[in-house]
Each structure stands twice: as structure tokens, then as C-alpha cells.
């Protein structure tokens, strides 16, 4: 989009030039202390990385520069449903806001619809990957993630690098391929969907849709859906990909995207692992656990299942040495507001509030919470936002769970492309932390 570029190109140097005198003046300033906990405890709380789109607290969740999710909910632009209604929040208004830290006008989300949908064709190299090209029963992941590395082939970013273009100039490149890849990501997803299980619309046919107007979401909702208008559920796919736009640098696709892009890998490639991080099932792949978590239970527990009988079954899930799918997190130490999100939007929503897995994960946290603070592991017991998107999107046709963190994949770029994006514009150097034996960290220790 010109008008976001141009806009960027305004908000660039001005923070690069605080990042430089904050590192001139303060350089030396410690953050924190660093523990032997972190160090050897996945690096929780560690403070070691400068992320712009979105800041996590421990209680109060996401806020993307500064608003939470119920002022985004409010002041960001919204879709107009087919009926002329006003509808829910659009994820490529949260594109412009984490990119700049600013609310869009409608003209200005309009305007970079317009422009997604301009480049959403795909190549026909990775086409021929989404048809037929890589088998059905590879994990949709797996194909997502190879469809976007193939993306690489034209990257801008890369020919500049190649060509010697001023470091201080990459970042253009940059933002010229991750708007490629956001335009694009719609129409890989719907090709995943169609060669993994055969159906939808498939990737050709998400991408002339988008083409022919609309907001970034409408195309793919109709490639998922096999090209049925389903109430509310545009809206709900809308919310989702929002909702779960970014969230701090520190989670696993994000981090990754961050240290790939740092090596000046290009966005495709940078995000392409995220996306393998993504499909780890303590991250991302827990949306599609907590479907077949909560799928299952229904199936053994039965329609009528009691509180007691749902107890029973969590401890016999905890005494087996497995997780809940959709309970904990990193970060937060209460229920996610991403969770309450899509909760308040299923409740006030009149078919999706009488889903029997919809209820089911509601009931749950009454139940799970409890259970999760006896067994006294669980940092945080109140669930994740991944124990509720599942629940909306089978209630909408979309039933093959393993999609779940394809749709997810979809959503994550708005993020982590936006922050590849400011870490060139800001001249961020390549990440390389410093590692320690434990030989080193017992005589660090020896004598205090
Ligand atoms: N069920 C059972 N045990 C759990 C648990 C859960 N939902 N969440 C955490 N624990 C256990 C951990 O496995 C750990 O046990 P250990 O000491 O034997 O290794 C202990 O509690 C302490 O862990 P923690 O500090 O609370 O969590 P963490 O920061 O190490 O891990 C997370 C966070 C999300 C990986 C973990 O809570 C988990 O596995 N949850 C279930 C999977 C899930 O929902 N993932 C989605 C997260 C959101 C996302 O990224 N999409």
C-alpha cells in the first residue's frame, strides 16, 4: 500500500533516531539481571529483545501500542457485513495500527485492501505445490510453510541485497514483500485447504474472488466455506485473524521470524519459520490439540456428562503426564482476553452460542481452572485463547482441526512481518546471544 508506505517512510527515522540516542546515551544501562532460572527455564521474563507492535502483561494481555483489545474492538475500522451491518474489527486495520502505531481512517484500510487484493494471485510455481505437487497427507503446516519459503524465488528484498543496495534502504524491501506475502497468504491457506483434504475453492479461485473487491478476509472465508455464504462467519474469521495478529516478540514464531530476519533472510523465508514454530503443538498446534481434546471428551463423556464426570477425565488426562490443550501460558497469569473475545462473540451469536462444543469449552473453565490450581504445576490455569478458536471455527464447517494453525499462520504475519519491517528501518543487527555450559554456570556459583 502507497499510502502506508508513505506513512512509514514519515515514522521511520524518527524512531531510528531516538533507537540511536538512546543507545549513545544509555547504551550501558542495565535492563535487569539475568538468572540461572532464565538461562536454563526457555529465558522466561528475560528481557532481550526490542519488539514495536504489541507489548504482553502478565494480567492485563496484549495491547498493540498501548490500546487493549476492547479500545482496538471499538476504534479500529470495521467490515460491513452482505446484509449492510456494521460487523467486526478488520485485520488489516490492525495491520496498519501495529505497523504504525496509529488507528487508520476507512479510506486508509480501504486503500490497503485494495492493494492486498491487487497482488493476492500466486505464483505458478506455488501453485503447482498446492496443486498436487505436495501430498495430501503432509500436515497443512508443513505446506503452508513450504508454499510461503517458495515465495522467496521473487523476493525484492533479496534481489536488493544481491544488487547492493544501501542497508539503510532495505527495509522498503522488505515491506514491498510482506505486503506481497499478506496479499498472497489468503490464497495459500485456501490451497492448503484444497489439496490437503479437497475441498474449498482452493488457492486460483480465493485469489480472483479477492479481486474482485472486498476486505482481506471475505475471500478466504468463501474459499473455506466451498463458496457458501455462512452467517457470521466472515466475521468470525475477521475477529480471529485480529485477534491474533501479534503478541510480544518473545513467543516461539515470532522470536523465530525475528532471528531469521535478522540474518537478512527475506520475509518470506524469515516467516516461513516462524511458521515451523508455529506448528509446534505448545504453541500454535494447540488450537487444533484443544478441538480434538475437546471433541474427544464430548465423544466419551457423552451429551449429559457431569462436572464430576469432566473432573474425572482432566485428572486422568494430568495423572497420564499430558497437558490440557488450551490451559497455560509464557506470559499471561489470567484467563486471555482473546479467549473472552471470541467467547462474547460466540454468546451473541444465536447459533454458535447453542454449539455443543462451544458450550462444552465454555463449562470447561469452570471446571479446568480448579483443577489445574489443586494439581499445582500450572503457572497459569485459566485458559489460552487457543481453547475457544477451535470451538468457532468447526461450528462454522471447518472441521478438520490440523487448519486451525494454518489460520493462525494467516493471522501471525500481520505481526511479524510489521516488526521485519521496523527491525530493517531501525538498522537492528543480527541476534547473537551469548550461551553457557553448565560447567560454566557451576563455577559461576561456587563459593556464593
Ligand atoms: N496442563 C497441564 N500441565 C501444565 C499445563 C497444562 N495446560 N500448563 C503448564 N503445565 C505444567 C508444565 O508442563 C510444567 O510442568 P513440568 O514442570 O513438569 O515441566 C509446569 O506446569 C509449569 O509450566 P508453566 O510455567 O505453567 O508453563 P510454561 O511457561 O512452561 O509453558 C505452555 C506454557 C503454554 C507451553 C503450557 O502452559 C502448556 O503446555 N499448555 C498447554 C498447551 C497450550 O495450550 N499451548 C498454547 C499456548 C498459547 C499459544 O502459544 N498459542
Known amino acids: 500500500s502507497q499510502a502506508l508506505r508513505a506513512r512509514l517512510e514519515e515514522l521511520i527515522p524518527q524512531k531510528a533516531a531516538r533507537l ?11 535492563v535487569q539481571t539475568t538468572t540461572i532460572a532464565q538461562v536454563v527455564g526457555g529465558m522466561r521474563g ?3 529483545m526490542l519488539w514495536e507492535g504489541s507489548e504482553l502483561d502478565a494480567n492485563e494481555g496484549i495491547r498493540f501500542h498501548g490500546l487493549n483489545l476492547e479500545e482496538c474492538a471499538e476504534k479500529l475500522p470495521k467490515a460491513r457485513n452482505v446484509d449492510g451491518s ?19 481512517t476507512t479510506e ?11 497482488q493476492a494471485a500466486l505464483p505458478e510455481y506455488t501453485l503447482k505445490l498446492l496443486e498436487g505437487g505436495l501430498p495430501s497427507s503432509l500436515h497443512p ?63 486460483r479461485k480465493c485469489a480472483e474472488l479477492a479481486q474482485e473487491g472486498g476486505d482481506w478476509t471475505q475471500p478466504l472465508a468463501l474459499a473455506l466455506s466451498g463458496g457458501e455464504e455462512r452467517k457470521g462467519w466472515a466475521d468470525c474469521l475477521r475477529l480471529y485473524l485480529a485477534l491474533h495478529g501479534d503478541h510480544e516478540g518473545g513467543n516461539v514464531s515470532a522470536h523465530t521470524s525475528h532471528l531469521v530476519g535478522s540474518a537478512l533472510a527475506d520475509p518470506f523465508l524469515s516467516y ?14 494447540a488450537a487444533q490439540e484443544v478441538l480434538t481434546f475437546v471433541k474427544t471428551m464430548h465423544d466419551a463423556l457423552g451429551a449429559d456428562a457431569s462436572d464430576t464426570d469432566i473432573e474425572g477425565y482432566l485428572w486422568d488426562v494430568l495423572n497420564s503426564g499430558r497437558v490440557i490443550p488450551g ?60 481453547s475457544q478458536s477451535g470451538a468457532c471455527m468447526q461450528h462454522f464447517g471447518l472441521e478438520e482441526a490440523p487448519m486451525y494453525t494454518v489460520v493462525f499462520g494467516v493471522s501471525r504475519a500481520l505481526g511479524c512481518l510489521s516488526q521485519g519491517v521496523w527491525s530493517r528501518g531501525l538498522g537492528l543487527p543480527i541476534e547473537r546471544p551469548k550461551s553457557v555450559s553448565l560447567r560454566v554456570l557451576e563455577e559461576g556459583v561456587k563459593g556464593a
Open 108 to 118: 486508509q484500510v480501504e486503500g490497503l485492501a485494495k492493494d492486498l487484493a491487487a
Open 141 to 203: 503446516m508443513t505446506q503452508l510453510s513450504i508454499a510461503v519459503a517458495s515465495l522467496n524465488h521473487d523476493s525484492k528484498f533479496a534481489q536488493a541485497y544481491e544488487k547492493g543496495v544501501n542497508k539503510k534502504e532495505l527495509w522498503k524491501y522488505a515491506y514491498e514483500d510482506s505486503i506481497t506475502l499478506l496479499a498472497k497468504l489468503p490464497a495459500i491457506a485456501a490451497g492448503v485447504y484444497k489439496n490437503a483434504y479437497g475441498k474449498g475453492l482452493g488457492a
Open 327 to 386: 490451559y497455560g501460558h509464557g506470559v499471561l497469569r489470567k484467563t486471555d482476553p482473546r479467549f473472552t473475545a471470541l467467547a462474547k462473540f460466540g454468546s451473541s451469536s444465536p447459533t454458535l452460542s447453542s454449539d455443543p462444543l462451544f458450550r462444552l469449552v465454555q463449562r470447561l473453565q469452570a471446571i479446568a481452572t480448579p483443577v489445574l490450581q489443586k494439581h499445582g504445576k500450572t503457572a497459569n490455569p485459566f485458559p489460552n485463547v487457543d
Open 20 to 30: 540511536q540516542t538512546l543507545k549513545k546515551e544509555y547504551g550501558s544501562h542495565p
Open 86 to 104: 456494521e460487523g467486526v474489527m478488520l485485520p488489516e486495520a490492525m495491520l496498519w495500527l501495529i505497523m504504525t502505531g496509529e488507528i487508520p
Open 272 to 285: 516461513s519459520a516462524a511458521l515451523n514454530g508455529l506448528a509446534g503443538p505448545l504453541h500454535g498446534l
Open 46 to 48: 528475560m528481557k532481550a
